[in-house]
């Protein structure tokens, strides 16, 4: 997390003691200015899983610090930070927000959006960096697109203070490393942002349903915690009672394997008695697997997490 409005003395040693005496072990790294040494008045807080971030995001956030008359200043940081984790990078959709102002704060910004968009993630005005005053515009950044979309409609004109913000698309800082961010025009109509809209909302209605109808027809198991070192045909041995089974795969050094049976109901009365189950010194985790035939479109390796539609219906 990005922690702001630092003062001075605030240090690397003093932000580690703060969050320890909160319960929550981090790194820290405080920005300076390269020349003279001072704090930027901002650091990058690394809370070692992005759990626990989003845990003290959600809890502490414009809380007062103890013994201090100042409140919490978190946002997610983008990108860099510390450890730059592969499984945290996901796609984001920013917009641009002018119009701000001169006494909008991020803090303001940030709760008008996220008190609409579940997937609003930061906010961040710019200041000018001699006088530290706003430049009157910033960014919001959002996970979904739809909510990125229905910002762009719903916020134009929208009141924050004083004045009536305007929002466009902004340029992601991924997509041009040399260049700064920089606002895009709005689509030519508000119809045509109506129609694309309704077209996102469709596609994820398509997603949601083509998910249900694989999951109902889904027939393999997902096996996991296999510690000891057991044969395919071991396996079939365990699993073979609960009905017909069309294959049976452990893919090497993965401490997994994946059973399929012809039917769903044999599938499902497998995870219910076998969860749990006890083979070498450890015991077997189960859950819904993806068959050979879904994955055949990818690379055609075997996918070694399981699927993440959830445990089966009650029988």
């Not at 983008?78 to 499984?87: A, C, K, N, P, T």
């Not at 979904?144 to 698309?169: K, T």
Request: aromatic share 10%.
């Amino acid at each position: 997390l990005r922690m702001g409005e630092l003062e001075q003395w605030q240090d690397e040693v003093y932000i580690q003691q703060l969050w320890f005496n909160l319960n929550e072990k981090v790194m820290v790294k405080v920005i300076r200015d390269k020349v003279t040494g001072i704090s930027a008045g901002y650091a990058f807080v690394d809370f070692g899983t992005a759990a626990a971030a989003r845990r003290v995001m959600n809890n502490y956030n414009g809380v007062l610090m103890p013994n201090s008359l100042k409140p919490f200043k978190l946002n997610w940081a983008s990108g860099g930070g510390l450890i730059d984790r592969r499984e945290d990078r996901q796609p984001e959709y920013s917009i641009f927000v002018g119009d701000l102002s001169p006494e909008t704060t991020e803090m303001d910004l940030l709760v008008v959006f996220q008190s609409r968009y579940m997937s609003c993630k930061s906010a961040k005005i710019m200041t000018d960096p001699r006088t530290g005053m706003t430049r009157g515009y910033g960014f919001v950044r959002f996970a979904e697109q739809l909510d990125q979309q229905r910002a762009l409609i719903e916020m134009q004109g929208y009141f924050i203070g004083s004045r009536a913000i305007r929002v466009s698309v902004a340029t992601p800082k991924n997509r041009s490393s040399q260049q700064p961010q920089q606002p895009q025009p709005l689509l030519q109509s508000q119809s045509q942002q109506l129609q694309l809209l309704q077209q996102l909302q469709l596609q994820q209605l398509q997603q949601q349903q083509q998910q249900q109808q694989t999951f109902q027809s889904n027939t393999t198991v997902f096996v996991g915690g296999l510690s000891a070192p057991i044969r395919e045909e071991e396996l079939r041995q365990y699993f073979q009672h609960f009905g017909e089974i069309v294959y049976v795969k452990i893919p090497p050094g993965k401490g997994c394997g994946f059973v399929q049976y012809v039917s769903r109901s044999s599938a499902e009365l497998a995870i219910q008695q076998m969860n749990g189950y006890q083979i070498g010194n450890s015991r077997i985790r189960l859950s819904w697997g993806r068959s050979q035939n879904e994955k055949s479109t990818g690379s055609g390796s075997i996918n070694t997490t399981p699927s993440s539609v959830g445990s089966p219906p009650p029988m």
